[in-house]
């Protein structure tokens, strides 16, 4: 691998997002990924490359440490911050059309549920992975999941909830979602929902973690 792109891909791994970050401890004063990626689009390394040898194999790498409990969410977060500012330098390519994403994302915390830390952190990952997200942010009723999923065609719809009394809005989404768009994918995920609710509900796919549902939609893209 490019020396650039070995250094990129540690500072997504360890979580380091620009020289100015304290963390990790190891990496202090050391260049993070923001400035990373700015020495390798100088270099001209293409941003495709940056993509798919250095940040979508680091958050491969860290969705698989946190799924075998080898690291937590502070470090999962810090990864994605990580990887966010690398991605900040590569979406002017994204948007030319240079750098083709693997499909539509769109995501959202259901109708009177306030928590974003899962929606941010399963967003932030995905974007990494080369997929486009759109983030409906929280709060969201089945309007507003609707909207974004006819103005994407074939994108896959994700609702998060975190508490018990706001995950039975999932099913009053997803059933309003298939009505109008009944071949649209649905995850759903969050603290209190588990696959028999999925079932229930009929929802396409549960997961607990970023990792299962980057799995999951590199599946559907191939």
Not at 201 to 216: H, L, N
Request: charged share 25%; proline share 5%.
């Amino acid at each position: 691998m490019n020396e650039l792109l070995g250094k990129l891909y540690k500072a997504v791994e360890l979580g380091k997002a620009d020289k100015k970050s304290p963390y990790p401890p190891q990496l202090k004063g050391e260049d993070g990924a923001y400035e990373i990626t700015t020495k390798a689009l100088e270099s001209e390394i293409s941003p495709k490359d940056i993509l798919e040898l250095a940040l979508i194999p680091a958050m491969d790498t860290v969705g698989k440490k946190f799924s075998e409990n080898k690291i937590y969410v502070p470090h999962m977060l810090m990864s994605a911050r990580a990887m966010g500012a690398a991605m900040l330098q590569l979406k002017p390519f994204f948007a030319s059309g240079e750098i083709k994403t693997k499909g539509t994302f769109i995501i959202g915390t259901v109708k009177g549920d306030l928590h974003d830390i899962g929606k941010n952190l399963i967003a932030m990952t995905v974007e990494g992975c080369g997929w486009s997200v759109v983030d409906l942010g929280v709060d969201v009723p089945s309007e507003r999941y609707i909207e974004a999923a006819k103005s994407n065609p074939g994108a896959v719809v994700a609702l998060s909830a975190l508490l018990t009394t706001t995950m039975v809005n999932m099913g009053e989404i997803v059933a309003n979602i298939k009505a109008v768009l009944p071949d649209t994918f649905i995850f759903i995920g969050g603290a209190p929902v588990n696959d028999d609710f999925c079932k229930k509900i009929g929802a396409d796919a549960f997961s607990s973690d970023p990792q299962g549902v980057v799995e999951r939609l590199n599946k559907i893209a191939s």
